[in-house]
């Protein structure tokens, strides 16, 4: 019966891949047909003549212009995909860890893991990264995070968006966990936590906003609890407050802990297992203009 229901599961994940790679390959299709509604939609509204590049296909397409309304004008791409649930349904996080963790990579994973709500932290064990990321598909996990360590001192952070991706990849650098902190962390909330992306304006930069974002569940208005990720010349900072309001005029601030910066360096449309999967994105620290260009 087991490996009935395995194979059961392959055959839906690889429909499900196909299924995402064949709506990824007609986005050029309705990108190219959305210009022309756009040029027939603008013409429409001005009194103006049709160009002569879309007066041959305008009596089909004007039928679609007409049907249209403010959700459906837009064109839909692999990123309405991927997050298509997004704030409908709470995210379901698995935190683990890379293979043989140091003492202080296990506590730096306990923390992320009371970081993010409804988030399960497991032990990564001889796992490989196939294995794992079967096993999460099964258990129905919205995405998986993987810190990583370099001599006892984390320095890589993996997000996996599930089932179909995508897989970002960040370096860490300068991280203090909580009972390291100077004063002492305040203690943890549970609350779901409002979450302020600072300085993400580029088409990439909100890209991992909403990577990042969708890691945690919609909050209450009234929630004390903030999370913040502020980029800084492609550097996010990763900062866990809590705030009071002793009188009207004035809020006060309380660390909570941990803190650590965060670079991208590649975003993969894909998981984790998928090696021949293309990237959206990839660090070149060593061009020429590396040093003038900022990305986020």
Same mark, same amino acid.
């Given at each position: ?180 902190? $100077? ?19 580029? $088409? ?73 999967? $293309? ?18």
């Amino acid at each position: 019966m087991p490996a009935s229901s395995d194979a059961a599961s392959r055959r839906r994940q690889t429909r499900l891949r196909r299924e995402y790679i064949y709506r990824k390959s007609l986005e050029g299709r309705e990108k190219a047909a959305y210009e022309q509604k756009r040029i027939i939609r603008e013409a429409l509204a001005e009194g103006k003549s049709l160009p002569t590049e879309v007066r041959a296909s305008y009596d089909a397409l004007r039928k679609e212009v007409d049907a249209e309304d403010i959700t459906t004008e837009q064109p839909k791409s692999h990123v309405d995909n991927e997050y298509g649930d997004a704030g409908l349904l709470e995210p379901k996080v698995c935190v683990t860890t890379s293979r043989d963790p140091s003492s202080r990579l296990k506590q730096f994973a306990k923390e992320v893991k009371l970081l993010i709500p409804n988030s399960v932290r497991i032990n990564r064990g001889n796992n490989r990264v196939d294995e794992l990321m079967d096993s999460s598909r099964k258990a129905e996990f919205t995405d998986v995070v993987i810190v990583q360590e370099t001599r006892g001192e984390p320095d890589g952070l993996v997000v996996c968006h599930l089932p179909m991706g995508p897989t970002a990849f960040f370096s860490l650098s300068n991280s203090v966990l909580r009972h390291d902190l $100077e004063p002492p962390a305040a203690p943890m909330s549970e609350a779901y936590p409002h979450i302020i992306l600072n300085n993400f304006n580029s $088409e990439l930069g909100k890209r991992v906003g909403n990577i990042l974002k969708c890691l945690f569940p919609v909050p209450r208005h009234d929630t004390k609890r903030v999370i913040t990720f502020s980029n800084d010349n492609d550097f996010i900072s990763f900062r866990h407050h809590m705030f009071s309001k002793p009188s009207h005029d004035t809020v006060v601030l309380h660390e909570v802990g941990p803190r650590f910066e965060m670079r991208l360096y590649q975003i993969r449309l894909g998981t984790l297992e998928q090696k021949e999967a $293309e990237n959206e994105y990839v660090l070149r620290p060593y061009q020429n203009t590396a040093a003038k260009r900022q990305v986020l």
